[in-house]
């Protein structure tokens, strides 16, 4: 199938095929030009990219979609294994949490003292201190 039917037929832009095929995200068969040199995208790839949508979507980036699709590859991701996977993310995604979490903390007392300071003043930048 050409590229604009592919994109039609999972909702990827033309371009965003082209870069995952870049990138080494999909990966076309050797044979995949035509004689008008045109592309000829497999059905499989409809799945693949299907599957990519799915995965950005629970969060995962394209370096991790590449691995899960590596692994799918060469038949080794099992349940076990991809629950492993979904394991780390969220382990991953905790931590961000925190991260997030202590940096609303430290700004929402930055907030306070500034909101204690007189108003319409000018500061210079070492005013600005992290409250601890």
Same mark, same amino acid.
């Given at each position: 199938?050409?590229?604009?039917?592919?994109?039609?037929?999972?909702?990827?832009?033309?371009?965003?095929?082209?870069?995952?095929?870049?990138?080494?995200?999909? +990966?076309?068969?050797? %044979?995949?030009?035509?004689? *008008? &040199?045109?592309? /000829?995208?497999?059905?499989?790839?409809?799945?693949? =990219? @299907?599957?990519?949508?799915?995965?950005?979507?629970?969060?995962?980036?394209?370096?991790?979609?590449?691995?899960?699709?590596?692994?799918?590859?060469?038949?080794?991701?099992?349940?076990?294994?991809?629950?492993? +996977?979904?394991?780390? %993310?969220?382990?991953?995604? *905790? &931590?961000?949490? /925190?991260?997030?979490?202590?940096?609303?903390?430290? =700004? @929402?007392?930055?907030?306070?003292?500034?909101?204690?300071?007189?108003?319409?003043?000018?500061?210079?930048?070492?005013?600005?201190?992290?409250?601890?």
């Amino acid at each position: 199938m050409l590229i604009g039917q592919l994109s039609k037929r999972t909702g990827f832009s033309k371009d965003t095929i082209r870069y995952y095929e870049k990138i080494g995200l999909i +990966i076309l068969p050797k %044979k995949s030009r035509m004689d *008008n &040199s045109y592309k /000829d995208y497999p059905e499989s790839l409809v799945d693949t =990219l @299907n599957a990519i949508r799915k995965y950005k979507a629970l969060g995962f980036t394209l370096e991790e979609i590449r691995e899960l699709l590596v692994l799918q590859s060469i038949q080794v991701l099992d349940i076990s294994k991809l629950l492993q +996977i979904v394991e780390r %993310k969220i382990t991953g995604i *905790n &931590s961000e949490i /925190d991260k997030l979490h202590e940096f609303k903390l430290r =700004l @929402n007392r930055e907030q306070q003292i500034l909101l204690r300071k007189k108003t319409g003043r000018i500061i210079t930048l070492p005013e600005m201190n992290i409250a601890a």
